[in-house]
């Protein structure tokens, strides 16, 4: 399956941390994204990274891509109670790049 | 309109009737995605569209599920002879190009069979 896997499942943390998720996933891809969704709403995108992109910054969040891993990292500076939200990555393989598919995603609790 | 529009936001209805769940995608989107999230799951792919190519159905779980889209405009998931396995939430989304960048979704219809 060509599902990204994200780890761990669920994670608490206080204002002002740092949250780190990660994502596997299985074949080769395309690239990768991040979704956010808060609870009973749908997705929205955080971030692009291409499969030739190491690591990517968008204001608080930082993306990495280890292709020989099969892995991505997201890391969220200073956590704000706002954040609390699912996140899930989602990959798209070259030979069917339309197809873009989604790990089980990683519950963030942040507590003021 | 501004975004992705789905409806109905809920639908309750009973073992065996047929349910039609419909998504308006954001205008000059040429591609449109449906997906299925049970609780507390993640997206499982169902179907993809993109212009006038024939469509990736390869999520679809039964025949009892399928999707039409008329050129780029309004896109309908039919769900016949319901069973209360199908009960889920069914997001739409549209992007300007499949693979090309971000996916812009819908609120999402939540399905209910008794």
């Known amino acids: 399956s060509q599902q990204g896997e994200e780890d761990p499942q669920a994670l608490s943390i206080q204002e002002g941390e740092n949250a780190t998720m990660n994502c596997s996933y299985k074949t080769s891809i395309n690239n990768l994204q991040w979704y956010r969704q808060n609870s009973g709403r749908g997705l929205v995108h955080l971030i692009l990274?291409?499969?030739?992109?190491r690591e990517k910054h968008s204001g608080r969040l930082r993306v990495t891509l280890d292709t020989s891993k099969k892995s991505s990292s997201l890391l969220i500076t200073a956590s704000r109670a706002a954040d609390t939200a699912s996140y899930f990555c989602?990959?798209?393989?070259?030979?069917?790049?339309?197809?873009?598919?989604f790990g089980q995603g990683t519950i963030l609790t942040v507590h003021p | 309109g501004a975004g992705v529009s789905q409806s109905p936001s809920n639908k309750v209805t009973e073992k065996g009737k047929d349910v039609e769940l419909r998504c308006d995608p954001i205008s000059g989107h040429t591609a449109l995605y449906w997906y299925r999230q049970r609780l507390g799951q993640g997206l499982e792919f169902l179907i993809y569209f993109q212009g006038n190519s024939a469509p990736d159905k390869s999520g679809l779980p039964s025949d009892r599920f399928s999707a039409e889209r008329t050129g780029e405009s309004v896109s309908t998931l039919t769900i016949q002879r319901t069973q209360q396995e199908d009960s889920a939430v069914y997001l739409c989304a549209s992007s300007w190009l499949a693979g090309a960048g971000e996916l812009f979704f819908g609120e999402g219809s939540r399905l209910t069979v008794l």
């Open positions: 989602a990959t798209a393989h070259p030979a069917s790049y339309g197809k873009l598919t």
């Open positions: 990274i291409r499969s030739n992109e």
